[in-house]
């Protein structure tokens, strides 16, 4: 203890703490943790080594997809993120699609990016709501909930079901945009839209959950590059990077939207990177739902397949896509292909090897929490015991979803 | 016949009793402690777009804390292994205690020399700094300092339970409770000294009967008071020290059954004690009125209060530890310092 | 929220995009086989499109390939994929490379390929060259039984305590399925 | 490509907007404790009625069957078997299993699987779960326990509440 320094000006790390060293098992049975071990090691109040301890959730599908066909892994691959499961499911799709040499329709394209959006939109409140609750910020956590249910009724009445949609095949998507549902899009809109400034009074303005967020967890634009840091965390911390314009699927070359990226890097950017890709995603919903052209919303090689009979009865009445015997088992050509999407959470890599049989030789799934496990434990390190978890909201580190 | 009912009146009334065990100490207090958490998590409900409480009786489920408390209070008490059990069941008695003991110093209203049901304690009440009797369990000419000097060692008596629990969430919890004691303790004792000063009194009667409430001559004291009331009792956004996310429930953690229902009940207690005081002191307490009326009135401003602070849960998260400490040193000490130096010049140019 | 523009890239034209677009074609195999000429180690530099290029390489040279990966722009690892091949004995690892700071760059994928026999299934880490192979090669191992020499943290990273000497991701490990008729066996 | 904008957060400190930020704050808590946007329901007193296309519980039409296999090669869960029954090939469902992702009733060649709208379903046991083709044969009916009627209301997107709810007949 030479100099004093200035109580004033210096921030956590600078304190001198005499070492009272100790450690805390946080989880799983912990209300902080979700489905993950954090074995803490603490010196005094300062994070010496935060150790992440995965596997709680893991459900195998990287081995499960060598006994499952094609068809099978759809409803398998979404179940990691069941709250992002369009992206989940779109990423899948287009590395086989891209094995089989699948062109998708028009409208089809469309749809998607509509889905993804919608999904986009309910993951972004659904991880703010869980950095609420981090923070016990209890409203922030129903309003994000509740909030996200308006989309979730909106998904449901798109594909049939709240979280586990299964919207996307091979060659295009299962249902169709009606009338009804444009209208419920529009009103969602705007609902969401009268939100954001109520959000912002009582979340990201309110001087306590500044307090919390800024300059916590801080990761600058090199640490993010170095550690593989994926999607609002990435952006949050000055690099632009976006699949969606990096390498456009779906119909995003024709969208016209921005890339929020923010320069600070800490905990209130990669929030702030998220409210604004909400705002993002609402005007891309709503140039989807202007601009979407008429069409099929199948690849004909598998509608042509379909009973005209059946087609009239599901396709032309209620806008529904039947599924052609052909899905039921088939066979892709010999080859490999890696897809990347951006999910809700970050980039969301997809490697798939077939050998030609009905079941994949391999499929690999880089999914964001993934990539953010080695980002969470590097963030974690001489931070604050009560920052742990304000970390660990603003990476919206979803367990089940790194342990697939 | 009419003698023995004269007696058991007289025993009701006697203030001592009176203020401790029915109004507004135990009973009155317990109740309304109930209904201040039952509103704490119907008023979360409304800002949260849920319902809340609603199945358990007719009227919004107002019984379901009732419900809720007397499922607790029969769980099973474990406890661990390796603590000491004596002082294991002990330890979550004292906090409660402290947090209702200072009750005994708070007046919560004068007594008439005729005309109420105290009138007949009027002599043995007396307190001269008012020329009145007061209802107040221990009357004395200091009760100002007096209620923060009991109150004072409420979290010594936290950290005792923590660690008779013998558990580290529960320890951090106690860490942060004895951090957090440095900072709320000097703010609420400033803001009581510019009153005392422009008051020109330690007593809490001569505070109210002058007919001003604190809250007019001197906003700065009020303020700083309400923040260290809520930092006291760990309200949020100062909730650091059972911090759900991080702590489990601080040094609450290992506690069940009816142990963790008195771990728990301290803090709403210290609430409604504090939040008394705050009513008498800032808020013109009983004035104008007298005896019981002036009671109740006092009652239902500290139960504002209180309603206030919990409502808080709904728009506030918790603050850090050091951030709690920080604005209240950095923040919150100029301003009591301010209101020190408005307490003076307050009392010396307009309340004589 | 002030929105301040900061580091605009010069904003080409229409027809100078579409130019820029044709360059940056063959940008990738450019810079790879620049890449390659200056290595002086045997690779198998294969460019399949604009987007997508693999780049074979013997186990031995990885290292060496990797930082020149990294010396012309490539930042960060996407995946690290372990392949399990019975009948030749042999592992393939598959790195899926590509950049955060070089826009072009940006738009590809580039997979480096290597293998390794069941007899020694060691390779050199990439973790001093790509930080962000850290959590990858972790999963590899335990799941393949590849050991990454270099790497700082090599222990199991999902699986549970007691799944010690099994690696269930290699194709030994097989996975009960079930037949369509439940009163027939499969 | 697009510009590259890197924006920056407001980082004013100055105490006075903060004391403002808190107001705002609280002023916004009040406003929703006197005005609350309340979405959930009373459930079981209140009930939702799932929208048409939902794809829930699934339901076979025997005689229709033409005992193909279809559904239960789909099937992603192994939920969907055939079995022989009376001498025809039929599928039996495993509610236990079943993912609720359609893919069988979509794959049907003569449509003799349907989805209907029941969604909530409680079982005393697990082989209650599996249906066999005569069970499957039928609508799942089940009735809630409670006491009076069951209110049945339709979720309506609303620009001010969020969603709302209508009586449903």
Redesign the interface.
Known sequence: MTAQPNVFTMDATQIDIVPIEGELNVGPQHPGSGHLRIYVKLNGDIIEKAELDVGYVHRSVEKLAEVRNYMHLIPLVERPAILDSIHMNLGYILALEKIMGVDVPDRAQYLRSLAAEINRIASHLYGTGILAVFLGHSTGFMWGFGDREVWVEVLQALTGARVTNSYIIPGGVRRDLTPTIKEMIEKAIRYQRKRIPEWKRIFLNNPNIRARLENVGVMSKEQAIAWGAVGPNLRGSGVYYDVRKFEPYAAYDRLDFEIPVYKEGDAYARVHVRFNEIEESMKIIEQIIKEIPQGNILSDRFFKQIPPTRLKKHYETHGKIVFPGYYASFRPPKGEAISRVEAARGELVYYLNSDGSPKPYRLRMVTPSYRTIYVFEQLAKGARYADLVAIYGSLDYFPPEADR | MMDILQDIKYVIFYPSFFVMIIFPGLIAGGLFVLFAIWFERKIAARVQMRVGPYYVSRFGGIAQLLADAIRVALQEIIIPAGVNPTLYVIAPIFPLLFAFLPLAFLPIGVIPEQGSVFSAYYHSFFDPGVNMGVIAALPTEYSLIAVLAVEAAYPIFIILQAWATNNRFALVGAVREAYLSVAYDVLILMSVIATAVEYHTLDVAKVVQSGIPGIVANPLAAFVFFVGLIMATSRFPFEIVEAESELVTGPATEYSGLLFLLAMGGSYFGTYVYALYFAAVFLGGWYPLSGFPGAVILFLKAAVIVLFSVFLRSVYGRYRIDQALRNSWRLLLPVALASIVLGIVGGWLWIR | ?????????P?VPQQQAQQAQQKQESSLSRKLNEMKTRLNVPVNVKVESE??ATIEVDKSNLLAVAMALRSIGF?????V?A?DYPETETFEV?Y?VSS??D?EL??T?V?LRTKVSYKDPTLPSLHPV???A???ERETYE?FGIRFEGHPDLRR????EDFEGVY??R?S?K?K??G?????PA | MDQVKIREYDKNKNPFRLFGAHVAAVGEGIKHAIKPKTITLRYPDVSMTLPTNYRGMIRLYKDVCIGCSLCAMICPADAMKMTTWEGKKLPQINYGRCVFCGFCVDVCPVDALRETRVHDAAFQSRRELVFNPDKFNQDFDQTLPVKGTVRKVRAVIDENKGIRYVPDE
């Open positions: 929220m002030s929105a301040q523009p900061e580091a605009k890239p904003q987007r997508r930042d960060h690892v996407k995946t994929t392949i598959l899926h955060y700071t826009f940006a738009k994928i997979t790509w930080e962000s850290w959590t990858g799941m990273l999902f699986l549970d269930p991701m194709k490990y996975v399925t079930e369509l008729f439940v009163d027939r």
